[in-house]
């Protein structure tokens, strides 16, 4: 047994893979991302937000991670694929001298298993030929800042750090690398195939046993079965179904079971523009998804995701702050804290720096959030009548919110270069009090809602009025400016605006001159908008790239909505998924993959879907004008 702890000068052989060369495994707490070369590079145990054990995404010379792949990678394709309807990963290796295939899945995380308890199960297999692999197996727990023992047996290995244990069950010998790690080397022919179990646990003494074929194919098929019944639920068969169905997975892969949360991406500090300080944490819960979360689940068939969901959120309702206000992000299990420090021991990817755990944005003030929240509850009140007890909260949310939605705020954007009164906050508003309103008709509970009126009335009047720009004639970032936000987008996707309004038409065609590359789409250009405490240049923003699609859907240019979604839709990763951003030549920036990109295609694919059936059936003989008519009208709800 020996002590080990990493060191700078110990750099893994392969460079940063580009971030859209990773798949994503995962078993409902926490995740694994695995890269085309078969390296994982980013785990963190037990759940979504506690330290990595592997995160060579951050750090290639010290983060840690766990790779099996050909010896000799020169000259080596590599693909890789899910397996139907699963989030099991299959890694492909393709050479003259032969193909080998890397599976891995993580099995699902059942009611009474133990909370550090997570396996990753790994199977090498030869289809043609042979071909030699090296196992690398290098942990750095705790971000690489805690020490490890040690302890290697021929066929396994004990990791052992303060908080957390890794144990390897390897068919393959096993011996010290001298950097922390273990490493084997074996060559496989067609027809074999060995078996390797990483599996993590609080305090043991003792690592796994090695996997029988028996005790592989039993949790290879549970899993399988899990997630091809998971999917079995979903109600949508639209002309993007693969897309739809994919963008659910990766949701359910960032769903945290014990409560519902749904984090915004299972990755830190992913840079929104590689050497920049773009780079932050999302591995929490933001309000602001929560309409998009609950409109996607409800209307795909995923009624349980839904519910579960809308308890995460019914109990942050019950945590009001002072006077009854929210959070704009909450931890996994409803934590309130999210305090920001940077890790300077890690050079960030591709020496992106600095590497940030915790979001000090959780103390902002965000106005848009209470439209989001009530949006969510309308959205959900049409499925399942809310509660009393909610709607006590919901009341006292809007009292709030009665003296407070004229105030300055930091907006959807979360800047930090000082307040503004940013438009989208006072439309969020607007939505806030217009969902009361109608949960209120809907249900017949107490509430002032004359005042509501009024308030809702006054806040449509002020954005017309200063939120509108005639010079550029258009919606724009904030009361005064000139700037161009694609949060305007969200206007009509709201029903703020009618999909005929002229300002609202004005308002797409100017982001589509000023923010739009072909189908990507800038959230702002920071030379214009407000200072937002950085400076730096960032990528396009996938989320309103898609809003886009659904803005030109919704306002009838059919044709000129699918083109652009099929382009859009041809930059994602070859798995189906997208990060947070996509630069000007395609590649993925930001944390990844990104819940918020994945909810906006989900709600573009279904409204442009259901508007070219429409227009189908009013094109068909036969259909009377007045059926295709009843499908025209969206939901008075967010998406």
Known sequence: MSDVQTHPSFSPSAMYQPIEDYGLIGDLHT????????????????????????????????????????????????????????????TRFLSVDG???????????????????????????????????????????????????IEILRQSALFQSEHCTLGLASPADLEADGRGGVQATFTLHEGQ?????????????????????????????????????????????????????????????????????????????????????????YRYTWIRDASFTLFSLLTLGFTQEAEAFMGWLDARCHE??????????????????????????????????????????????????????????????????????????VNRLLKWLEHHWQDKDEGIWEVRGGPKLFVHSRMMSWVAFDRAIRVTRDRGWPAPTGTWIDIRSQIYQQIMEQGWNAEKRSFVQYYG?????????????????????????????????????????????????????????????????????????????????????????????HLGLYAEEISPTGEALGNFPQAFTHLALITACYHLDRALTIRAKRASPGIASSTAKSFAQPPASLP
């Open 193 to 281: 195939t060995l078996l390797f179990l990483l599996e993590s646990s609080k305090e043991s003494d003792r690592a796994p046993q090695l996997l029988s074929e028996e005790a592989y194919q039993a949790a290879f098929q549970d899993t399988m079965h899990y997630w091809q019944n998971w999917l079995a639920q979903c109600t949508y068969q639209g002309r993007w179904r693969e897309m739809v169905q994919r963008s659910a997975l990766v949701l359910k892969l960032m769903t945290y079971a014990p409560t519902g949360a749904i984090v915004a991406a299972p990755t830190t500090s992913l840079p929104e523009s590689v050497g920049g300080a773009r780079n932050w944490d």
């Open 99 to 149: 193909v080998g295939e890397l599976t891995d899945f993580m099995p699902i995380k059942h009611v009474g298993t133990a909370e550090h308890q997570h396996q990753i199960i790994r199977s090498v297999s030869i289809v043609h030929g042979s071909l030699s692999f090296t196992l690398i197996c290098r942990p750095a727990f705790n971000y690489a800042r805690d020490t490890h023992h």
């Open 481 to 573: 400016s000139d700037a161009v936000d694609a949060s305007s987008l969200l206007m009509m996707i709201t029903n703020f605006t009618g999909s005929k309004e002229p300002r609202m038409l004005s308002t797409i065609a100017r982001i589509q001159k000023e923010l739009a590359s072909g189908s990507l789409v800038l959230r702002y250009n920071p030379k214009f908008a407000a200072n937002d405490g950085l400076g730096s240049q960032e990528g396009t923003f996938g989320a309103c790239s898609f809003w886009l699609v659904e803005n030109l859907a919704r306002a009838g240019h059919l044709d000129k909505a699918r083109l652009l979604l099929e382009k859009l839709l041809s930059y994602s990763n």
């Open 31 to 90: 995740v694994a991302l695995v890269g085309k070369n078969g390296s994982i590079d980013w785990c963190c145990l037990p759940r979504f937000d506690a330290p990595s054990v592997f995160g060579a995404l951050l750090d290639a010379e010290k983060g840690g991670f766990f790779r099996i792949s050909p010896s000799d990678m020169h000259g080596m394709k590599c693909q890789q694929l899910y397996l139907p309807e699963t989030n099991v990963l299959l």
């Open 320 to 393: 009001l702050g002072e006077n009854g206000t929210l959070q704009p992000m909450y931890g996994i299990n409803g934590e309130h804290k999210l305090t920001e420090i940077t890790l300077d021991h890690l050079e960030g990817y591709r020496q992106s720096h600095p590497v940030r755990i915790g979001n000090g944005a959780y103390t902002q003030k965000q106005l848009d959030i209470y439209g989001e929240m009530l949006d969510a509850i309308h959205t959900y009140n049409r499925y399942e009548a809310i509660t009393y007890d909610l709607w006590q909260n």
